[in-house]
Nanobody, 116 residues
Framework: QVQLVESGGGLVQPGGSLKLSCAASGSIFRFNRMGWYRQAPGKQRELVAHITSNGRTTYADSMKGRFTISRDNGKNTVDLQMNSLKPEDTARYYC??????????WGQGTQVTVSS
């Protein structure tokens, strides 16, 4: 079992930055692939980025160059640094964890609103 708690969301102006954090507990974090997904109203949940246990990263095309995912296996945390935010980045952002057996866990999400 994995518990995931997100933090760092909020309201930001277009062009601004936010850093989301996800704290994980209850499992062997360092073996899990960790990721961030987002869901806007009326839309399907979509991948933002994920990072494997050995640090390999994958980003959705629209986030490349603007977002950076990182993990700290000592602290059991995964962060998402978001720069050059756009109104279309407005969504609820969810932390995701997948263990080596394929079990998937989700946090409750944190709201990001990009608006002037």
């Amino acid at each position: 079992q994995v518990q995931l708690v997100e933090s760092g969301g909020g309201l930001v102006q277009p062009g601004g930055s936010l850093k989301l954090s996800c704290a994980a507990s209850g499992s062997i974090f360092r073996f899990n692939r960790m990721g961030w997904y987002r869901q806007a109203p009326g839309k399907q949940r979509e991948l933002v980025a994920h990072i494997t246990s050995n640090g390999r990263t994958t980003y959705a095309d629209s986030m490349k160059g603007r977002f950076t995912i990182s993990r700290d296996n000592g602290k059991n945390t995964v962060d998402l640094q978001m720069n050059s935010l756009k109104p279309e980045d407005t969504a609820r952002y969810y932390c995701n964890s997948v263990n080596p057996y394929g079990d998937t866990y989700w946090g409750q999400g944190t709201q990001v609103t990009v608006s002037s």
